[in-house]
Structures are given as C-alpha cells and as structure tokens.
C-alpha cells in the first residue's frame, strides 16, 4: 500500500519561481527521502532527512519535516527550466524497511 | 551515470514470449530491488534481494520470476505477460537492505535508467 502522497499532483510555474511540494505518510518514519524523475527515465536520490531533523538544505533545495502532522515539504528555489521532473517522496514500511514512494508531484518550469 | 545498468531499454513482447531483463551495478551494494511504473500509480515494489537472498516478494504474479546470481546482478525474467504490465521496470541498489543499515545513507537507491515494456 502507499505510504507517501505527494500534493499537489501537478505544479506549472515561471522560471526564477520558488516550488512547494508537499508529502503526507500514514506511520511512524526513521527517515524520509525525496527523489527526481526525469520523464521516462530512473530516479535520482536529491536528500534524506531523519525523523529527528525539522529542516535540511541542499544547494537551492530546502526539506522540512514534521511529524507530528506526518508531513514533509521540498521547497527548490529560484526553479530553472531543467528542474522539470517529477518529485517523489519515499519511507521505509514494513519489517524489512523498503522504501516506498508516493504517486509524485509533476513539476513544469516553464522558461 | 548512476552506476546500475539496465538492459534493454526497451522491449517489446507478445504475449506468449519468453523474454528477460537485466540489472547490474558496480557500486559494490548487497541490497538489489525491482520496482514496476506504470501511468498514474505510485513506484510498486516487486522483489528485494539482500546478499543475494530474497527478502521481498510483494504478492507478484509467478509470470514474473527474479533472479539474483551475485550481489551485483539481477534479472527479472518473463514469461506469459499481459498487456496491462506493460510498464517501466526500474531497478535499484542500495548499500544494504533497510533496516539492516548501520548508517541512514545506507538506505538511500541509486536506480538505472529502466527498462521500458510494451506487451502486445
């Protein structure tokens, strides 16, 4: 079952724009992971952020957790027409710990 | 480059074709995953090899059969499919298995670049 929901589900803005993506998971996390997806190739891992950890940054990307609300944010600033992907949010479920992801927020920066 | 390698990048297969994918990393990871894609549905984990053992096998139909020689190689071999697993097969490495990892970094997926199905 899915763990992460990504909102919004589709994201269309301005090159030089700032982009909110947001994710929801339903249990307890140690971690949780956002991803990129070029269209129709792999994912690339961008940054991990542990349940212990409120805010991460990583270049023009800024993570937040809260878990209290079971919630996290990706915020990439100052977008560029080559951020234009899907972004995914992934945590470990299970005794195993496997990573599963949510559906994605598509992201289009327009130039 | 990612350092996990799939092939084909693209297969087409009828129905009654026997026909295999293939997966290899040379990151020196021990943890090896399978995940299916399809339009509008999240990543769906399929198999989990940890040190070449199966750890995972996620309710997949047997038409679908993995196989995990060494650490470094995985195949997905197929067999009878249906038009709806027409899909995109992602493979993936990791350093180790969830929560087996000692570090949090550990846990994090390099993927090859998928291997695109199309099942006539």
């Known amino acids: 079952s899915q763990q992460g929901e990504e909102d919004p589900q589709a994201l269309s803005i301005q090159e030089g724009e700032n982009a909110t993506m947001n994710c929801s998971y339903k249990t307890s996390i140690n971690n949780l992971q956002w991803y990129r997806q070029n269209s129709g190739r792999g994912l690339v891992h961008l940054i991990l952020i542990r349940s212990n950890e409120r805010e991460k940054h990583s270049g023009r990307l800024r993570v937040t957790l809260d878990t209290s609300k079971k919630s996290s944010s990706l915020l990439i600033t100052a977008s560029r027409a080559a951020d234009t992907a899907s972004y995914f949010c992934?945590?470990?479920?299970?005794?195993?710990?496997?990573?599963?992801f949510g559906k994605g927020t598509k992201l289009s920066v327009k130039p | 480059e990612t350092g996990v390698t799939q092939t084909p990048r693209h297969l087409v297969m009828g129905m009654t074709n026997k026909k295999s994918l293939k997966c290899e990393q040379h990151l020196g990871h021990n943890a090896m995953y399978w995940y299916k894609q399809s339009a509008k549905k999240p990543l769906e984990l399929m198999f989990v090899y940890n040190f070449k053992e199966q750890t995972e096998n996620n309710s997949v139909p047997s038409r679908f059969s993995p196989e995990c020689p060494n650490s470094s190689h995985l195949f997905l071999h197929l067999h009878t499919l249906q038009p709806e697993d027409s899909a995109l097969y992602l493979c993936?490495?990791?350093?180790?298995?969830?929560?087996?990892?000692?570090?949090?970094?550990?846990?994090?997926?390099?993927f090859g670049e998928g291997s695109r199905l199309t099942v006539l």
């Open positions: 993936a490495s990791s350093q180790i298995q969830g929560l087996f990892r000692l570090a949090e970094r550990d846990g994090e997926l390099f």
């Open positions: 992934a945590t470990e479920r299970g005794s195993q710990g496997n990573l599963i």
